[in-house]
Nanobody, 116 residues
Framework: QVQLVESGGGLVQPGGSLRLSCAAS????????MYWYRQAPGKERELVAY????????NYAGSVKGRFTISRDNAKNTVYLQMNSLKSEDTAVYYC?????????WGQGTQVTVSS
C-alpha cells in the first residue's frame, strides 16, 4: 500500500531554512514523479514543486522559485524539499504526493511555521 511520511517541519524565523523529507513505500518510487504541496489555513492546497522520476527535471511554483529546492534519492525512496529564505507566507502544512492510476496519494503533512 502506498505510504508517504513527511518530516522536518517546525518553527523557523523569517529568513531561516528548513529541510523537509518524505519517506515513500508501497510503490516503485523511482518510476514516479513526486510532488510537494502545501496548504495554509483558509486556502486551497497548492502545488509547490515536483520532480521527475530520475530527478533531472525539477519544477517550482513562482512564489518559491530561487528559494526552494526539490530533490530525491531513489536509493532511499525519499524526496526532499530544501526551503531557504523562508517568509511568513510560506507558513502551511506541507504534503508530499504521488499520482497513481489517476489518484493522488498524500502523506499526513508536516507543519511549517515561519514567525519571529
Amino acid at each position: 500500500q502506498v505510504q508517504l511520511v513527511e518530516s522536518g517541519g517546525g518553527l523557523v524565523q523569517p529568513g531561516g531554512s528548513l529541510r523537509l523529507s518524505c519517506a515513500a513505500s508501497g510503490f516503485t518510487f523511482s518510476s514516479y514523479v513526486m510532488y510537494w504541496y502545501r496548504q495554509a489555513p483558509g486556502k486551497e492546497r497548492e502545488l509547490v514543486a515536483y520532480i521527475s522520476s530520475g530527478g533531472g527535471v525539477p519544477n517550482y511554483a513562482g512564489s518559491v522559485k530561487g528559494r526552494f529546492t526539490i530533490s530525491r534519492d531513489n536509493a532511499k525512496n525519499t524526496v526532499y524539499l530544501q526551503m531557504n529564505s523562508l517568509k511568513s507566507e510560506d507558513t502551511a502544512v506541507y504534503y508530499c504526493s504521488v499520482a497513481r492510476a489517476g489518484t493522488f496519494f498524500w502523506g499526513q503533512g508536516t507543519q511549517v511555521t515561519v514567525s519571529s
